[in-house]
Nanobody
C-alpha cells in the first residue's frame, strides 16, 4: 500500500527557492512524479523519476527544478529554484504510473495517470 504526503509548500518571492518533500511509504519500487495544478487550469506534469534514477522535466521547469528520490528515507523531493509567478499552483506527488497513459507536452513525455497520489501542497510565488 502506497501512502504519499507532501510538505514544504508556502509563499515565496519570485526568484527565490523552495523545496517540496513527499513522504512516500511503500513507493520504493515505483516510478514517481510531481504534478501541479493552477487555478482554472488542468493538472500538468512537472517532473518524473524512474526506478533507475532517470529524470525528465517539463520544458517550463527544466534547468530550474530538480527531482530526486531517496529510497532509504522513503522521500521524493522537488527542489525549485528561480521561481516565477507562473509556478504558483498546488503541487502533488504521485507513484506507480498507470500503464498506457503516456502523454507528451512539448518535449516532456510522462505518465499522466498514477495509482497513488498525495493530497497536494500549495506553492505561491509573488512578483
Amino acid at each position: 500500500q502506497v501512502h504519499l504526503v507532501e510538505s514544504g509548500g508556502g509563499s515565496v518571492q519570485a526568484g527565490g527557492p523552495l523545496t517540496l518533500s513527499c513522504a512516500a511509504s511503500g513507493a520504493a519500487q515505483y516510478d514517481m512524479g510531481w504534478f501541479r495544478q493552477a487555478p482554472g487550469k488542468e493538472r500538468e506534469g512537472v517532473a518524473e523519476i524512474d526506478t533507475d534514477g532517470r529524470r525528465r522535466y517539463a520544458d517550463s521547469v527544466k534547468g530550474r527544478f530538480t527531482i530526486s528520490k531517496d529510497n532509504a528515507k522513503n522521500t521524493l523531493s522537488l527542489q525549485m529554484n528561480s521561481l516565477k509567478p507562473e509556478d504558483t499552483a498546488v503541487y502533488s506527488c504521485a507513484a506507480d504510473p498507470v500503464p498506457g497513459t503516456r502523454y507528451c507536452n512539448g518535449h516532456y513525455c510522462y505518465s499522466s495517470q498514477y495509482f497513488a497520489w498525495g493530497q497536494g501542497t500549495q506553492v505561491t510565488v509573488s512578483s
